[in-house]
C-alpha cells in the first residue's frame, strides 16, 4: 500500500510567522510531488509542484523535496489569516513499471490556522 | 479560461435511486480524473481516464459505481442504485498528461437518505 502521511493538525501559527507542513510517503518510486490547498467546502486548488530534489520558491511558499528521505515540505512566510485551510500533499507514482498507470496519492491534510 | 466543469454541484436523493455525476474537463487536457472525498477516508482517487481510455479504475468500491469518457469533453460517473454510504463530495479532475499537476472542479456534494 503506497502511503502519503501529514500531520493532520490543527497547525496554528502567528500572523506574519513561518509555516511548516511537512509529508512523508512511502514509495521510493514517486516521481512528481504536489501541494494543494483547500478551503473550508471548496475545491483542492494547486499551489507548488516539485520535481527534483532541493527547494523550489514561488512567492511567499516554498517546496522543499528530499527524495533520500522520502520527505516534502512546504514552508509558507509572512503567514496571513487568508491562509488558513487544509493543505494536502499529492504524489505521483507510476505504478507500472512498463507502462503508464499514474496515480496521485493524496495526504489526508494538515488544518492551518493563522491568527490575526 | 474555464476550469473543469461539474454538474449538478449538490444532489439530494433517497436510497435505492440512480445518481449521474457529470465533468467537462479542461479543453486540451487528455487526462481526467474522478475522486471521492470524505471526512474519514480523505481524497480517494476512482477512476481515471487517458485520451477518454480508462486506465485505472482499482479505487472504484462496488459495481454500483461505473464511468464513462464517450470523448474528450465528457464524463459521467454513476451510482446504481445509490446507498447512504455513498454520500460524500465526488470532484473530478484533469490534467494535460496523466502525470502532470491535476485541476479540480468545484465538486458535486452527494447526499444519499
Known amino acids: 500500500q503506497k502511503e502519503v502521511e501529514q500531520n493532520s493538525g490543527p497547525l496554528s501559527v502567528p500572523e506574519g510567522a513561518i509555516a511548516s507542513l511537512n509529508c512523508t510517503y512511502s514509495?521510493?518510486?514517486?516521481?512528481?510531488f504536489f501541494w494543494y490547498r483547500q478551503y473550508s467546502g471548496k475545491s483542492p486548488e494547486l499551489i507548488m509542484s516539485i520535481y527534483s530534489n532541493g527547494d523550489k520558491e514561488d512567492g511567499r511558499f516554498t517546496a522543499q523535496l528530499n527524495k533520500a528521505s522520502q520527505y516534502v515540505s512546504l514552508l509558507i512566510r509572512d503567514s496571513q489569516p487568508s491562509d488558513s485551510a487544509t493543505y494536502l500533499c499529492?504524489?505521483?507514482?507510476?505504478?507500472?513499471?512498463?507502462?503508464?498507470?499514474?496515480?496521485?496519492?493524496f495526504g489526508k491534510g494538515t488544518l492551518l490556522t493563522v491568527n490575526p | 479560461d474555464a476550469g473543469v466543469i461539474q454538474s449538478p454541484r449538490h444532489e439530494v436523493t433517497e436510497m435505492g435511486q440512480e445518481v449521474t455525476l457529470r465533468c467537462k474537463p479542461i479543453?486540451?487536457?487528455?487526462?481526467l480524473f474522478w475522486y471521492r472525498q470524505t471526512m474519514m477516508r480523505g481524497l480517494e482517487l476512482l477512476i481515471y481516464f487517458n485520451n477518454n481510455v480508462p486506465i485505472d479504475d482499482s479505487g472504484m468500491p462496488e459495481d454500483r459505481f461505473s464511468a464513462k469518457m464517450p470523448n474528450a469533453s465528457f464524463s459521467t460517473l454513476k451510482i446504481q442504485p445509490s446507498e447512504p454510504r455513498d454520500s460524500a463530495v465526488y470532484f473530478c479532475a484533469s490534467s494535460s498528461t496523466e502525470d502532470q499537476p491535476q485541476h479540480f472542479g468545484d465538486g458535486t456534494r452527494l447526499s444519499i437518505l
Open positions: 479543453s486540451g487536457h487528455n487526462s
Open positions: 514509495d521510493r518510486g514517486s516521481q512528481s
Open positions: 499529492a504524489v505521483n507514482i507510476n505504478q507500472n513499471s512498463g507502462g503508464s498507470n499514474y496515480k496521485l496519492t
